[in-house]
């Protein structure tokens, strides 16, 4: 099912791609992670999964580390290289984190939005949207 | 007319600057309240339907507004999740259906109202068993129907 959301603009032009059902079981950090299990945040209240060995912080610099944990760095761009996984960080217009995208082989991401569904997409069709922009990609060798 | 040189005990009582009918009229519609709203089966119930339209009302902008967020901060700052908070522990089991039903970040708003937190250590993040864990302790502590 394509759909658009009001909350990402451009997906009026280039809809999302609905790939799941709706569930807030796990959301977009943990579907970039590679876990469907969980919700990954590090509130301060230390409700919800972050791993220990980060610092539970609401900053880039904790998201980045947290894909280290599985061997992404930060690279250049998010264009598709075979060779690569890669991911992208997204933060808003106070570089506050607030979303994570995974490429998938074909070149297009997945993404987990919030507690609705997954939803497969381009990085224009998210651009601009509730989420801001990607701040930061990372890519691991494959 | 008041004598004082030798009130009565009832003008002893009753505060400097109202008259004594001043003060018989408030003592009753104090009285009054009290006994209507708690006693009255019919206005506890009328305020309990009440305050549930209020909390689903809340909730729905609650959900409309976070659906897409992550941030579980974005989420718990929301201002009607805080005015949710901000009904007070009456609304705890609305809360606890709700979550009965759904997978709704509830815990800081349960933790605001009780004071406590019963998820375990190991159930942080995994939203059926954080779910578990509180619906475990509404429970025991007489805010469920399922006892």
């Known amino acids: 099912m394509r759909i658009e959301f009001p909350p990402f603009p451009n997906s009026k032009i280039d809809p999302f791609l609905v790939t799941s059902p709706q569930t807030a079981h796990y959301n977009c950090i943990a579907w970039a992670f590679g876990d469907s299990t969980k919700w990954y945040w590090p509130d301060s209240a230390n409700y919800y999964f972050w791993p220990n060995e980060i610092p539970r912080e609401e900053k880039i610099e904790s998201f980045i580390e947290l894909f280290r944990l599985i061997g992404y760095e930060v690279c250049k761009n998010g264009e598709l290289e075979p060779d690569y996984f890669k991911v992208a960080i997204y933060a808003d217009k106070f570089s506050k984190p607030t979303h994570a995208s995974r490429q998938l082989v074909n070149g297009y991401w997945t993404s987990k939005l919030g507690q609705h569904f997954d939803v497969t997409h381009t990085i224009f069709s998210m651009k601009d949207g509730s989420y801001g922009n990607v701040a930061v990609f990372m890519q691991r060798k494959k | ?147």
């Open chain 2, 1 to 147: 007319m008041i004598n004082t040189i030798n009130p009565t005990i009832q003008e002893r009582q009753r505060p400097v600057a109202v008259s004594y009918e001043a003060s018989f009229v408030r003592n009753n519609i104090a009285t009054c309240h009290v006994l209507f709203v708690g006693q009255s089966v019919f206005v506890q119930e009328m305020y309990k339907q009440q305050l549930k339209k209020r909390f689903n009302f809340y909730n729905s902008i609650w959900q409309s507004e976070t659906i897409f967020s992550s941030s579980i901060s974005e989420i718990t700052n929301n201002s009607a999740y805080r005015s949710i908070i901000g009904l007070g522990q009456e609304v705890l089991p609305f809360i606890i259906d709700d979550l009965k039903n759904n997978d709704n970040h509830w815990f800081y708003a349960l933790e605001a109202l009780t004071g406590k937190n019963p998820i375990k250590e190991n159930h942080k993040g995994v939203v059926p068993l954080m779910k578990k864990d509180w619906i475990e302790w509404a429970k025991e502590n007489n805010l469920t129907d399922e006892n």
